[in-house]
Each structure stands twice: as C-alpha cells, then as structure tokens.
C-alpha cells in the first residue's frame, strides 16, 4: 500500500479543464481569486504523468528527498526515500489469479488516504525476463475497458451498494483509455481533510455517491521534524471500491501482470501496483 511514484508532475497544459464533472479537488479561494491550483497535478491529464516504476517504488522516492539526498528513511511530507522497487522486491506468498480470455472481471482496490483523482486498469504479458523487465510503456499497450457505468462500494461485512461511474477516455493517455474517476469525495479544502478534528466539517469536495462514504481516509500528526513519518494514525474508511473490467478475447494463454494506475489530483503523486495473472483460453 506504499508503492506510488512522488513529485510527478505533467508539465504540459492540462486536458481535464477546469469546470470538468472529473474533477476531485476544487479550486480554491486566494486574494479574492480562485486559483485552479491542481493544474499539473497527474489527474488533470490521466496517464501522462512520468512514473519510476509500473508497479510502485516503496515511499516513491528512488533518488532520495530531495533528489540526490543519500540517506534512506522517511521523507518530510511524502513518502520514503531509496526505497525498492516493486518489481525486484521479494514479496512473501504471492497468489496468482486466472482469469479466461475475453471474461469480465471483478477488480477492487480500496483507499487509505484520499487524494482525489482517478484510475485505470492494464495488463503486461510477462517478459522472458520476469517482473524486472515489466515497463510502463508495455501497460498502456493494453489498456482495459471497464464494463459499464456502474461501480460499487463494498463495506467490510460484505455489504455492496452500487451507484453511478464517471468514466472518460478525453484527454487520456494512451490515447483513447478508459479511466474512472475516484468516487469518493474528500473534505473541503487543498488538504483534503487530512488535519480535520472531525470527518469533513465543512463539507465535502462532491456529493458522495453513498451516504457516509466520504472523506479523507486517515487522520495523524507529525513532530515537526524533517525526517519522521506520522504517527498516531487513524484509519476511517471501511470499504473498497468495485469495478468490472473487460479483458480482450485474442489473449494467449500465458502469465502476466495486472497493474493499477491511480493518477491523484491533490497530490504530485501516481500510485501503482501489480498482481499476477494466469490467462486461460476462451
């Protein structure tokens, strides 16, 4: 839950305009004047932010934080500094998933601190020489659809809630590509609600698209130091997020990896992470 890619920012115009139904966190109000403040930020063009890795660097700072800092451990504000990427990384017990070519298939993914945003899903045949060899340019060669418009939020006792997606392909990148916005709003304000004494008491950045499900996730405090991570946190959500998605009926049967892309809008960040999957035949 720690592989993500930090400072990555677009440097290009935005796709996403400014008034876009897509949008996660508003603009805010400074010297009278609003302030289109997330305008570099990855959600405002989905896919074309750069990211150090299509499965996640742990703490998102490979170079160190800043860039070229040679200790390692626990930036200021975001993230871990020369942490390993996920793609070498030693996971313990890995379950690989079969899936059939051509089926439709269930996938969640939950949140534990809401920067807003939005995602998609992909898939990577696995190179011949393993997960090393996995590249963020081989996932958006296989970009895949969701089914429908409809998404669901699953609370921990099982309980499913379904309710309306937003889903664009304007501006996307590979070109065309299917993502789906975030659709849990967090609290009013740029930081989302993260220091809030109570869950967003001054509203919410949307309408929720379930009652109570919103805010910003987790809640804690820092030191004040420059090297400590928060502590004392507290988790608020219960649930995660549904989709189905498509897979394409020419597959081969063979192993890939299965990677989701969150492009955030609150923050310079795009979390990754992949699964592996076993493709059967049709």
Partial sequence: ??????????????????????????DILENGKYVDWTAQLP?????NAMVHSPCG????????????????GFCQYAGYAHGPDARTFKFPSVVTTEWRAGAEVEVIWGINANHGGGYSYRLCRLPEMGRVALTEECFQEMTLDFVGNTQWVQFHNGTRVEFPALRTRNGTAPYGSQWTRNPIPA?????????????????????????G?????????????????????????????VDLVKLPAHLEPGEYVFSQRWDCEQTAQVWTSCSDIRIVAA
């Fill in 1 to 26: 839950c720690y592989w993500f890619t930090n400072d990555t920012v677009l440097g290009t115009r935005p796709t996403m305009e400014r008034d876009s139904p897509m949008r996660t966190y508003k």
């Fill in 43 to 47: 959600w405002r063009a989905p896919g």
């Fill in 57 to 72: 660097v742990y703490g998102g700072n490979p170079f160190g934080c800043p860039n070229g800092d040679p200790r390692e």
């Fill in 187 to 211: 609290c009013s304000g740029s930081n989302g609600g993260f220091n809030d004494p109570v869950v967003c008491p001054n509203g919410t950045q949307f309408d929720p698209p379930v009652p």
């Fill in 213 to 241: 499900v919103f805010g910003f996730g987790l809640h804690g405090i820092t030191d004040g130091s420059n090297r400590t991570q928060m502590y004392n946190l507290k988790y608020d959500f219960d649930w995660s997020i």
